[in-house]
């Protein structure tokens, strides 16, 4: 079953640091478009950054120069690192995986919830 | 932040039609980007509802349908259910380079 799992949120200072994780199951991660999606309480959805199948990496300008999207091969697993956090940053953190930049995002994860909050 | 433009909001009782729009740009519908759908419940992750413009994923009810023209594309819910009662998002690829993928900002549908 293709399947992913998102781990790592909470709640964080502003200006503070957090990764998420993304484990994958049933496919592999590096042969994959993996895009991480963002969506605050009550709003829409939105795009947060994507690391194509060669390593190439893009972010939104909202958490350009603060995140950072990785993977780890031998563990199948997404990440994001995001730095320098800010209260417009609270959010549930969806993975989703793209075969090719055109392509649906499916499957989509449970999602982790994100607060930046003093 | 959306550029994809949708309605707030649309309601319809059991059995209606409602129909869902999606109005996009030059960077992003407008040259020939495949627009795809997907349908989020209370509190759930979004699942995908329509792909490549118009096609169902496997087990996605043919109540569903979607179509594209020019920069707008719609998805269409006939024999409107309870179940249906959910949040809809278009979204494409946009080709600027401060966006990649966008999404719509969003449609709730309400079954009267």
């Known amino acids: 079953e293709v399947q992913l799992v998102e781990s790592g949120g909470g709640l964080i200072q502003p200006g503070g640091s957090l990764r998420l994780s993304c484990a994958a199951s049933?496919?592999?991660?590096?042969?994959?478009?993996m895009s991480w999606v963002r969506q605050a309480p009550g709003k829409g959805l939105e795009w947060v950054s994507v690391i194509y199948s060669g390593g190439t990496t893009y972010y939104a300008d909202s958490v350009k120069g603060r995140f950072t999207i990785s993977r780890d091969n031998s563990k199948n697993t997404l990440y994001l690192q995001m730095n320098s956090l800010r209260a417009e940053d609270t959010a549930v953190y969806y993975c989703?995986?793209?075969?090719?930049?055109?392509?649906?995002?499916?499957?989509w994860g449970q999602g982790t919830l994100v607060t930046v909050s003093s | 932040q959306s550029v994809l433009t949708q309605p707030p909001s649309v309601s319809g009782a059991p059995g209606q039609r409602v129909t869902i729009s999606c109005t996009g740009s030059?960077?992003?519908?407008?040259?020939?980007?495949?627009v795809h759908w997907y349908q989020q419940l209370p509190g759930t992750a979004p699942k995908l509802l329509i792909y490549g413009n118009s096609n169902r994923p496997s087990g996605v009810p043919d109540r569903f349908s979607g179509s594209k023209s020019g920069t707008s594309a719609s998805l269409a819910i006939t024999g409107l259910q309870a179940e249906d009662e959910a949040d809809y998002y278009c979204q494409s690829y946009d080709s600027s380079l401060s966006a990649f993928n966008v999404f719509g900002t969003g449609t709730k549908v309400t079954v009267l």
């Open positions: 049933g496919f592999t991660v590096s042969s994959n478009y």
């Open positions: 989703a995986r793209a075969s090719i930049g055109t392509d649906p995002f499916d499957p």
């Open positions: 030059s960077s992003n519908i407008g040259p020939g980007y495949d």
